[in-house]
């Protein structure tokens, strides 16, 4: 069992950056891959990036690529999302959550692979 709580979402204006964690419980926590998702209203959840267990690989959706930064720290059991650049499209609740194991960065995006999850932060973008 693994429990997954959210922090640094808030209001940021466009260009902004801000930097989300995700706190895990359990002394396993290296033993997950984590993902980011995220939730716009009227949309469905969609894949942020993802990050291997010892964070050595990483994967990002497109729309974010070269702006956010996903990254983990296994001592302190959280995994952390840097985000730059960040416009009114990022407006989200965004989740972070929690992959058993390793199965390969084909995965990532997968969120059916997902069986632990945060209840989320809000990000809001304003113009």
């Known amino acids: 069992q693994v429990q997954l709580v959210e922090s640094g979402g808030g209001l940021v204006q466009h260009g902004g950056s801000l930097k989300l964690s995700c706190a895990a419980s359990?002394?396993?926590?290296?033993?997950?891959?984590m993902g980011w998702f995220r939730q716009a209203p009227g949309k469905e959840r969609e894949f942020v990036a993802a990050?291997?267990?010892?964070?050595?690989?990483?994967d990002y959706a497109d729309s974010v690529k070269g702006r956010f930064t996903i990254s983990r720290d296994n001592a302190k059991n959280t995994v952390y999302l840097q985000m730059n650049s960040l416009n009114p499209e990022d407006t989200a609740v965004y989740s972070c959550?929690?992959?058993?194991?390793?199965?390969?960065?084909?995965?990532?995006?997968?969120?059916?692979?997902?069986?632990?999850w945060g209840q989320g932060t809000q990000v809001t973008v304003s113009s």
């Open positions: 959550a929690a992959q058993e194991g390793y199965s390969g960065t084909g995965s990532f995006k997968m969120t059916s692979r997902y069986r632990y």
């Open positions: 359990g002394r396993t926590f290296s033993s997950y891959t």
């Open positions: 990050v291997s267990l010892s964070g050595r690989l990483t």
